[in-house]
């Protein structure tokens, strides 16, 4: 069995919402071959870390073109099995930033996440799951940022308590997000 499948199997879920949600993605995994591409239209695997400072009080977020929201970093696999390196590249390219500290090198989050129908470079893509795996990671906040407009309009270090401000027009990711914060606590990372 591939590494990336192991590392699958063997994370332990966090709450009922994991729980299920890893039984999906195990289900998916037996059921389809190309999820680790586009190909597949149904479900296919992202990977995205979610963004620190060193003092854990602000997170570093993107304002994502397609979605018109304040976002996480992330991407697709695109055939890639070095999850975490998809979530360090997505959010060096995403931000700008140049150093990337992994927190934990297992996986912070397992998530199915419903991707509505939408327009991408002109081209129709229908609803989808993004079958997600997260990482947590830290980033200096003197780092220079930059936005990269084919994917996002702002780069920004959001406060912890305000996230909810921004993250108003997405409370399903708001919901995700939060349980990245308390998961942070409980496993004092």
């Not at 190309?34 to 190909?39: G, H, I, K, Q």
């Not at 296919?44 to 970093?73: P, Q």
């Not at 327009?119 to 200096?140: C, N, P, Q, R, T």
């Not at 909810?164 to 919901?175: A, C, G, S, T």
Request: aromatic share 8%; glycine share 4%; hydrophobic share 40%.
């Amino acid at each position: 069995m591939e590494k990336w499948m192991q590392e699958i199997r063997q994370y332990k879920p966090y709450n009922e919402q994991e729980e299920k949600d890893k039984a999906l993605i195990l289900t998916c995994m037996d059921a389809y071959d190309n999820l680790l591409t586009r190909e597949n239209p149904v479900a296919h695997f992202s990977s995205s870390g979610f963004i620190v400072n060193k003092t854990r009080d602000k997170v570093l977020m993107i304002h994502h073109n397609i979605y018109n929201a304040w976002s996480w970093t992330g991407g697709h696999t695109d055939g890639e099995t070095d999850f975490l390196g998809v979530a360090i590249r997505e959010a060096k390219e995403e931000t700008g930033v140049q150093e990337v500290k992994v927190l934990s090198e297992g996986i912070l989050s397992l998530d199915v996440l419903p991707v509505p129908a939408h327009i991408k470079k002109g081209v129709y893509v229908s609803a989808h799951l993004h079958l997600s795996i997260a990482y947590l990671v830290e980033v200096d906040e003197e780092e220079l940022l930059r936005v990269k407009p084919d994917e996002n309009s702002g780069v920004k270090w959001i406060a912890i308590e305000e996230l909810d401000k921004y993250v108003d027009n997405e409370p399903d990711m708001l919901i995700l997000y939060k349980k990245f914060l308390e998961k942070m606590k409980v496993y004092n990372l």
